[in-house]
């Protein structure tokens, strides 16, 4: 009895300890965690979708063009209010952003006059689901108190990716007409998220 219950402890531990390395948080300012983050996505082999409320980090702004640019897919879901259609950075970086990248860069923004978008998040090729208080600006990184928590759930991976793909639909994608920025209905966008679900890896089959 008493080794039956050694050999539990000892599988609950081993168990405990693998959640635990499922589950990472940092915190920001700190530049060696923004560099953390920063590699993560260096290192997308496939795809990265991302709901953002705002962005307007230069590095992860190039980071995204590269990767776009590379073969990578990114899928972008951003907050856009009133105030902001007319704002010359909001503009500067969806143009940033799309023609860079040729367009390979695909956004939707939310325009809901009191909705806003929930916390910001991100899956990185179908392995790891970031959550996090930080925008990609900045002052997110630089000057704000922020958390980002790194989650290898497969399940939690999964569940948030359907949730981006529920959320692609709702929101108004952002293309060009005429040198402007346009907002047209999704319908419009061309696009159809097709992503195939494995135990080992999420594979992007589009």
């Known amino acids: 009895m008493n080794n039956q219950l050694f050999t539990y402890g000892k599988n609950s531990i081993r168990k405990h300890n ?7 948080t940092i915190f920001f300012p700190n530049k060696w965690n923004f560099h953390y983050f920063f590699n993560l996505m260096k290192d ?23 990767l776009a640019n590379g073969g990578r897919k990114i ?13 010359e950075q909001f503009q500067a970086v969806i143009c940033e952003l799309l023609i860079e990248s040729q367009f390979r860069i695909k956004i939707v923004v939310n325009t ?12 990185i090729d179908g392995k790891v689901l970031i ?34 793909e529920q959320m ?16 047209l209905d999704n319908e419009d966008s061309q696009f159809q998220s097709v992503f195939t679900y494995q135990l080992d890896c999420i594979v992007d089959t589009l």
């Not at 899928?75 to 704002?87: G, V």
């Not at 692609?168 to 907002?183: C, G, H, M, R, S």
Request: hydrophobic share 40%.
């Open 168 to 183: 692609w639909n709702q929101f108004k994608f952002v293309t060009f007409i005429n040198e402007d920025i346009a907002l």
């Open 131 to 164: 959550t996090t208080s930080a925008n990609w600006t900045i002052n997110s990184f630089n000057k704000s108190h922020e958390w980002m928590m790194l989650d290898k759930k497969y399940d939690n991976i999964v569940e948030m990716i359907e949730i981006f």
């Open 75 to 87: 899928y972008l879901i951003m907050d856009c209010k009133e105030n902001q259609k007319n704002d």
């Open 44 to 66: 997308c082999q496939q795809f990265i979708i991302a709901c953002v409320s705002e962005i307007d980090h230069s590095w992860i702004i190039k980071l995204l063009v590269l």
């Open 112 to 123: 809901k006059k009191y909705e806003n978008l929930p916390t910001n998040f991100c899956v």
């Open 18 to 24: 693998l959640e635990k390395r499922k589950l990472q």
